[in-house]
């Protein structure tokens, strides 16, 4: 079992930077996939960006690409999204997620996660 709990988000004007933080329990963190989602009103849940097992390569939506930076530090057993220069349409409950099995950076990209944290807001102003 790993838990899951996410930190960091609030309200900023578009522009603006947030760190999101997600801490993790349970097992070795390194062996996990660590992944952030989100999900706004009425809207699906998306991916945004993943950090593959032990500090392997990273992938990331076209949507953030440039502006967002996922980073783990396994020692402290804490994955980050590094948010920067935020849209309004960046605006969402965003979530992150463990992943145990061996997958493609494809199948990555799909909400097919072990495990879950609640999800913190993000919401950015125009």
């Known amino acids: 079992q790993v838990q899951l709990v996410e930190s960091g988000g609030g309200l900023v004007q578009a522009g603006g930077s947030l760190r999101l933080s997600c801490a993790g329990s349970?097992?070795?963190?390194?062996?996990?996939?660590m992944a952030w989602f989100r999900q706004a009103p009425g809207k699906e849940r998306e991916f945004v960006a993943v950090?593959?097992?032990?500090?392997?390569?990273?992938y990331y939506a076209d949507s953030v690409k440039g502006r967002f930076t996922i980073s783990r530090d396994n020692a402290k057993n804490t994955v980050y999204l590094q948010m920067n220069n935020l849209k309004p349409e960046d605006t969402a409950v965003y979530y992150c997620?463990?992943?145990?099995?061996?997958?493609?950076?494809?199948?990555?990209?799909?909400?097919?996660?072990?495990?879950w944290g609640q999800g913190t807001q993000v919401t950015v102003s125009s």
């Open positions: 349970g097992r070795t963190f390194s062996n996990y996939a």
């Open positions: 950090s593959r097992r032990s500090g392997g390569s990273t």
């Open positions: 997620a463990a992943r145990g099995s061996i997958a493609t950076i494809m199948s990555l990209t799909t909400p097919l996660y072990d495990y």
